[in-house]
């Protein structure tokens, strides 16, 4: 992995762009359309090559990083990025393209777009479901039918994939600018052993936004390529013998408490067209519906006042409290 190195639980590659895992509120799956849900602190980020003799041998086949996630729990994912020269990235769930549910295969795509651009793009919440909307990703064991892997045949590979790429020389700076004051980088910080992959949840509202540039701007190859693995409550212990992180409480109950949710200001950026095969990948809820699991998440009414509202990049400048990432600590 050329260039790539963990910092503060962030994947850095290079100088420019920098990747985390977010913990975060699963959304009730009932047809409703949630505003984004905030930050719970970042998942902690583990190197394959620290724990070579516990981890499982597909693991090291493949290298990479590996985090801790609870069954059923949710997660989003953090892009920073510098608004001079930025990325083109794509993300892939067990193996499926979370933006046009094609099989990953590390290479950008114009029909249909298949990759993100950092910026504009800050979060990836869930798989492209519709303009406009996601399905949130929902960690669930590999083998059951839940993992949007199951898509394209049988659930081995599991885990994110991510892989970045540089523009070509001459269309963007080689050096950054000279520092002006402008808008604060938004973040949402502020205010039995089975292998894990990301199943489809509840819908959020969250724009992939169409690449300004065009991709005749990217280099054809990546820079980096990144393997994230997800390891269950148990099998993290087991590798690490420490406990991972405490599982956030759910949606309702952070709702019910008064706590802000978030929403963009972003009607100007146009949105990727929603994929067809994404389109067809069954929720975990109606997987538990399949099986005749009974998990139910209660639905409930997100007041407008407890939506806050956050810019754009080149947007006005929003206020301190409006960060996402930690933005329940300073309502505490």
Not at 78 to 106: H, L, M, Q, R, Y
Not at 236 to 262: H, N, V
């Amino acid at each position: 992995m050329f260039g790539v190195r963990i910092e503060n639980d962030s994947i850095r590659v290079g100088d420019r762009f920098a990747v985390c895992f977010q913990r975060t509120l699963r959304i009730p799956d009932d047809g409703r359309l949630y505003p984004l849900p905030p930050g719970l602190g970042r998942f902690p980020i583990l190197r394959i090559e620290d724990f070579l003799d516990c981890v499982p041998q597909v693991w090291r086949d493949l290298g990479g990083v590996f985090i801790p996630v609870y069954q059923r729990e949710a997660l989003w994912i953090s892009f920073s990025a510098a608004s001079w020269k930025p990325n083109a990235v794509t993300v892939s769930v067990g193996g499926v393209n979370a933006i046009s549910g094609e099989p990953d295969d590390a290479s950008l795509h114009q029909q249909p777009q298949n990759y993100l651009v950092c910026p504009n793009q800050p979060w990836l919440d869930g798989i492209n479901s519709g303009l406009g909307s996601i399905r949130q990703f929902i960690a669930m064991p590999l083998g059951a039918g839940y993992t949007v892997e199951s898509l394209i045949g049988e659930e081995a590979l599991g885990g994110i994939q991510i892989a970045v790429f540089v523009p070509q020389p001459g269309r963007f700076p080689d050096q950054p600018p000279a520092p002006t004051r402008g808008p604060i980088p938004m973040s949402r910080l502020q205010t039995k052993d089975l292998a894990m992959g990301l199943g489809a949840g509840g819908s959020i509202r969250q724009k992939i936004y169409r690449d300004p540039y065009g991709i005749e701007t990217w280099e054809p190859q990546p820079q980096a390529q990144i393997c994230v693995h997800i390891a269950n409550s148990l099998q993290f212990e087991r590798i690490t013998g420490g406990r991972p992180p405490a599982t956030p409480i759910d949606a309702k109950s952070y709702s019910e408490s008064g706590l802000p949710w978030f929403d963009l200001y972003d009607e100007c950026l146009d949105a990727v067209s929603p994929p067809s095969s994404l389109a067809a990948a069954g929720t975990v809820a109606e997987r538990d519906a399949e099986l005749g699991t009974r998990f139910n998440d209660d639905s409930f009414e997100v007041p407008g006042s407890k939506i806050l509202k956050l810019h754009g990049e080149g947007g006005a400048q929003p206020s301190p409290a409006s960060s996402r990432a930690s933005a329940h600590k300073s309502e505490k």
